[in-house]
């Protein structure tokens, strides 16, 4: 699931300004000297901690041109891109903490409402979990398959980037230009980690070299069909309604901007990333790092919300995997497989029968089976949710200039005014890594009731029902938790109908459990990658296309991958706690609101909510 400002907190980094209207936030240096004031008249708390939160969304905002088109914002920022560095990283850190001190000096939370407290709560943990990661910020890589300014950018521009006026259209061309300095920041700061003995696996660099030579193929760099970038950019403006001689302007000027800015920047960062690559190691662990032991504690703890060490994770992972084992083993018996459940798990593997063709007419079913899975899941969805969701859904390919290094499935929240749909996108390139069976699941969670359900009511909550940082920010545990959740709720909305498709639910619930085992073992007992694709193999029906490219995803993306089980688990528990303690006036829509219209959290802070409305529930 991608939030607004996933680019500004990953790879793209954003720059602190100055520009706020509560002085409290503003950096030190300009806030103005104390002076003797007359005693202030008594304030309404909740109104003046709202004016607070939106200073505060105002501040972050100002930082991150990206963030506020995630957001549908346009104004003077939209043709700029994100600072990138260390500068911008300290920046950041320090509006975090400068915002929650202001904060614990001006309100007293014991004086507040009940939910004027959990946002409290929630601002104050949200920074203790940003600087729990902070002292590791450059180990993180700044070019790898999954993340980095080489694929970002140009997503960004295609998914994100609105052109509805001429305006538009010179803005879409200033991030272009934008994008060679940027490119070339990055390149630096990647030379920088490096000097501190921060590089990626060898295998890593030929993929990022590969994306980064598809950014700069076809027109208008060499000769053939327009480049990804450059085709969206002509299919937006011939939607204006403009003379032609202004369209044929605009085009020109993107033209120039790509091959004057983006070609040059992206012959170097290839450059770079050869020269890289002959000094890459194979070790794959972040283990290798000098802190990397403290690094990969530091995320569990934080995508996971949780203190569980790389030893507990990694036997929860082992205990799930034998429990899915157990009720998949329940399924081969159930169809009449005479085999047993590796030899099942073979079956399905190499069964050209659960595979859709790899040709357009296959892609396009599939896409037309999740499609199916929508509308049958539609039709339910009043019986499990109180509040429905208004946004569209939109299904759709994986573009192609990213879709061989891409994963499998994944989601984009529609900005808060509807402007733009939430986006299932479904990774297509080779079908051989798209089972059948696993296509019900895949959409649930991707989708309805998962993550376009939890993020489009998000993004629909009216104004003040929660402060944006609740709004627009989220916790993995809680957010894929809920998404790999889903996927079981959809078997009582009555999708999984035929076994073998409930053989595919249970694929993917398998597939995150043993996500548990194989980050754990990568990072924490050293395994090597070769040892955990192994591991995958002996234990899952996966695809082996699929199976090394989640392997080397948990490689560049420690820890993050053990949060979906975690998650899922917990919230699991809560309901079978609410139905034990409220009986008959247990409600599913009740008990899915309390837990999807606050806003994302912690697990333990998410507990404590459930646990008031069992107590308010019963009366």
């Known amino acids: 699931m991608i939030r607004f400002a996933l680019l500004a907190s990953t790879a793209l980094l954003a720059a602190c300004a100055t520009t706020t209207t509560d002085p409290l936030l503003a950096p030190p240096e300009m806030q103005a000297p104390a002076a003797e004031a007359p005693a202030p008249a008594p304030v309404d708390q909740a109104a003046a901690l709202k004016t607070f939160f939106d200073d505060y969304d105002k501040a972050e905002l100002a930082t991150s041109p990206l963030s506020k088109a995630y957001r549908a914002i346009k104004d003077g920022d939209y043709g700029k891109l994100d600072e990138f560095g260390e500068a911008a990283a300290l920046a950041n850190r320090a509006l975090d903490q400068r915002t929650v001190e202001a904060m614990q000096a001006r309100f007293d939370r014991a004086a507040l409402r009940p939910d004027d407290q959990l946002s409290y709560d929630l601002l104050v943990y949200r920074n203790q979990r940003s600087a729990s990661i902070f002292p590791y ?9 999954m993340n980095g300014a080489q694929a970002d950018i140009p997503a960004f521009l295609i998914n994100i980037h609105k052109v509805e006026s001429e305006a538009d259209a010179r803005d879409y061309i200033s991030r272009i230009r934008a994008t060679g300095p940027f490119i070339d920041q990055a390149v630096a700061e990647a030379a920088e980690r490096e000097k501190q003995g921060v590089l990626p696996p060898k295998w890593v660099f030929a993929q990022v070299i590969d994306q980064s030579k598809n950014i700069v193929s076809g027109a208008p760099f060499d000769r053939g069909a327009d480049n990804d970038v450059f085709a969206d950019f002509k299919g937006k ?5 403009i003379p032609q001689a202004s369209k044929d302007a605009l085009i020109g000027d993107a033209r120039t901007a790509l091959t004057g800015s983006v070609g040059p920047a992206y012959q170097r960062l290839v450059a770079s990333l050869t020269a890289q690559s002959a000094r890459a190691g194979t070790d794959d662990g972040i283990w290798r790092f000098k802190d990397g032991a403290a690094q990969y504690q530091a995320l569990l703890n934080y995508y996971t919300t949780t203190k569980l060490t790389g030893d507990q994770i990694h036997a929860l992972g082992l205990a799930q995997v034998a429990r899915i084992h157990g009720e998949m083993d329940a399924i081969r018996k159930q169809v009449g497989f005479k085999g047993n459940l590796s030899q099942f798990f073979a079956h399905i593997r190499d069964g050209k029968q659960y595979y859709y063709p790899n040709t357009p007419a296959g892609k396009q079913r599939y896409l037309d089976e999740s499609l199916k899975a929508q509308a049958q899941v539609q039709a339910a969805l009043p019986r499990y949710f109180g509040r429905l969701p208004k946004t569209a859904l939109l299904i759709k390919a994986v573009e192609p200039f990213r879709e061989k290094n891409a994963g499998k499935a994944f989601y984009q929240d529609p900005p808060p005014d509807g ?30 009731p998962g993550h376009h359900l939890q993020g489009a009511l998000l993004s629909e909550l009216g104004e003040g029902e929660v402060p944006p940082f609740r709004q627009f920010s989220g916790y993995t545990a809680t957010d894929e938790g809920w998404g790999l959740y889903a996927e079981k709720l959809c078997k009582e909305m009555g999708l999984y109908t035929d076994p073998y498709r409930d053989f595919g639910r249970l694929q993917l619930e398998l597939h995150r459990a043993i996500r548990l085992v194989v980050d754990s073992g990568l990072h924490h007992k050293r395994w090597s ?11 899952s029906a996966d695809a082996k296309g699929g199976i090394v490219k989640a392997i080397e995803r948990y490689i560049v993306y420690p820890g993050q991958a053990t949060a979906y089980m975690v998650g899922k688990l917990k919230i699991e528990e809560l309901r079978a706690r609410a139905k034990a303690a409220l009986g008959a ?24 909510r459930v646990d008031g409305w069992i107590a308010r529930t019963k009366g």
């Open 419 to 448: 402007s733009r749909p939430g986006t299932y996108y479904v990774n297509l390139y080779d079908m051989r890594n798209m089972p059948s069976v696993e296509v019900e699941a895949l959409y649930c969670h991707e989708g309805i």
């Open 137 to 145: 910020r450059r180990n993180a890589y700044v070019f790898d398959q």
């Open 237 to 241: 403006v011939a939607k204006l309604s």
């Open 529 to 539: 990658r070769e040892r955990a694709i192994k591991y995958v193999e002996d234990n």
């Open 585 to 608: 006036k247990y409600d599913d829509r009740g008990f899915h609101d309390t837990v999807l219209l606050a806003g994302s959290m912690p697990l333990d802070l998410l507990e404590a």
